[in-house]
């Protein structure tokens, strides 16, 4: 076999590969968060939050393998599998307007005073929501999407403020953990019309 070749090399990248720039993140606040006092904010956010996560990642998973001992050797199978948490950059504008939601879906897991929780469960009608991450191809097209199920915040990083750093805008850091992704091309119209990956079978 020859030496592979630069065309050889173009021929097997014939659209250019992907680019981190071409995405965008949407959040579904929990539906009971948005039936609350709460909804205004929550609204606000979930209506700018493509527009302002600058920064996020197509979600890695792993599998936890089981190891057993015979004969002196290491056996691997494979365990449970774990699904990381999400951390996506958000950018803050003056209305403060994604991290009021944020901060009212934090409050509503568990209340800063009494330490109680306004949202029961982690299905539907209680504290999670859902995440979708679209990756687009170069013509704007979607070229893969990642359904992230029962999705609540974990984390809300500090923003620092510096008298110095006036050339710049502020952003923050939010993680998210989530039970599990789904991943698919679709139309982006929602899970309805959502069609699964067709490579993955079962």
Not at 153 to 165: F, G, M, R, Y
Request: aromatic fraction near 12%; hydrophobic fraction near 40%; charge should be neutral.
């Amino acid at each position: 076999m020859a030496f592979p070749s630069i065309t050889d090399f173009k021929e097997q990248l014939l659209d250019g590969g992907a680019r981190p720039s071409l995405f965008e993140m949407t959040i579904d606040f929990p539906a009971a968060l948005l039936a609350s006092v709460a909804a205004p904010q929550v609204l606000g956010a979930s209506n700018k939050f493509k527009f302002h996560c600058r920064l996020s990642q197509i979600p890695g998973t792993s599998h936890n393998p089981i190891v057993v001992k015979f004969a002196g050797r290491e056996i691997k199978y494979a365990g449970q599998r774990v699904f990381q948490n999400l951390s996506v950059t958000i950018l803050n504008d003056e209305a403060f307007s994604v991290r009021r939601g944020l901060e009212a879906w934090f409050e509503a897991m568990n209340t800063r005073e009494s330490n109680k929780t306004k949202l029961n469960s982690p299905t539907f009608g209680g504290y999670a929501g859902t995440g979708t991450i679209i990756q687009y191809k170069k013509n704007g097209k979607p070229a893969r999407t990642y359904r992230l199920v029962d999705m609540f915040p974990v984390t809300l990083d500090a923003i620092a403020l510096d008298w110095a750093n006036d050339g710049a805008i502020e952003d923050y850091t939010c993680e998210f953990a989530y039970q599990y992704f789904e991943p698919g091309i679709d139309s982006i119209g929602g899970a309805a019309d959502r069609v699964l990956d067709p490579t993955i079978t079962i």
